[in-house]
């Protein structure tokens, strides 16, 4: 159902549960976006876990944050009980959930927070006030629109028009450290620095192979005289050290070095980046840094970099976009795709610029 008359009348103060995972967070920014806009004196107030919670730090539409850290300061009953009582200190007007979790709503509903909108899923439409039907894919196709069609069909916002591209912002203090950093690594000039995202936290399913990472690496280095600085978390640091291993050059490894932060500030002085379908490309891409995003299991019609200096490739199989987290066959989507077609991608976003 799309519910008659705005969901949110003049609220003062906004709850906004963010979404857990790092690419859906980057993807519901417009949405964030156009909260901002339709309530531009609002506080709006984002409720985020510890591993996304820097994506929003200066970022235009929040006012500020509460990290709901559940291995920490909200540990188990006592920890969330602790968070419920922040939550009703702070007298919220409402709650925007965009993550769609029985958990989140609960969240809401035991803060007494008056009016609690969101998608009617897993069962957690007696905890809403105002319960949103989940509209099917068809009606907003990529996942971007997902989170604007939760405010139009609240009736908060009128029909949006579609994203072309979604922006993040850095300090100008984080651009130093970057410059900085880069310079310590003996990278500063006028260098071609190529980033690569060879990991993907859903699953292996999501991954190129490391040798095919590690043979592109070889070929960017001497077909564009470049510099490849692979990233990743700290539990993928094996993976990258896997890549460099099998590179006939030398990579500079940061995977599990940095921050999210410094990740996005080291990432913006990429000319190129290659990536999986992950959050880190959806990262990348915000930053609007050029990316060849590299697709298997999943539907780039559904999760694809929003921007204008982007490439997809993948591998068309009959069993591709299955969703899966590992692959219970062969791999052909991934196995399939040679370096040399990802090659000519990077080759050609390169040279537009």
Known sequence: MIVRGSALVNPGKIMVRATNWIGDAVLSLPALEALRKRFPEAELVVVSKPWVSELYEGHPAVSRQIVYDRTGEHRGVRGFRKLIGQLKAEAFDAAVLLQNAFHAAWMAWRARIPTRLGYERH???????????????????????????????????????????????????????????????????????????????????????????????????????????????????????????????????????????????????????????????????????PVVAVFGSTDERATGPVGQRVRVVKHHVPCSPCGLRECPIDFRCMMGLEVAEVYRAALELAKAG
Not at 159 to 174: F, G, N
Not at 175 to 183: G, H, P, Q, S, V
Not at 268 to 284: K, R
Request: hydrophobic residues 45%; charged residues 20%.
């Open 123 to 289: 069962g957690r439409e007696l905890l809403l006030t105002h319960p949103v039907q989940p509209p099917p894919r068809a009606a907003y196709g990529h996942q971007v629109n997902y989170y604007l069609e939760l405010l139009f069909r609240a009736g908060v916002i009128s029909k949006p028009q579609p994203v072309e591209e979604i922006r993040l912002v850095l300090s100008p203090a984080e651009k130093t450290w970057a410059a900085e950093r880069l310079e310590a690594l003996a990278l500063r000039g006028p260098r071609f620095l190529v980033g690569l995202c060879p990991g993907a936290s859903f699953g292996p399913a999501k991954r190129w192979p490391p040798e095919s990472f590690a043979d592109l690496s070889d070929r960017l280095v001497e077909g564009l005289h470049a510099d490849i600085l692979i990233f990743g978390s700290a539990a993928e640091a094996p993976l990258a050290e896997g890549i460099a291993r099998e590179m006939q050059h030398t990579p500079t490894i940061l995977a599990g070095k940095t921050t999210l932060r410094q990740f996005m500030a080291l990432i913006s002085c990429c000319q190129l980046v290659v990536s999986n379908d992950s959050g880190p490309m959806h990262v990348a891409t915000a930053l609007g840094v």
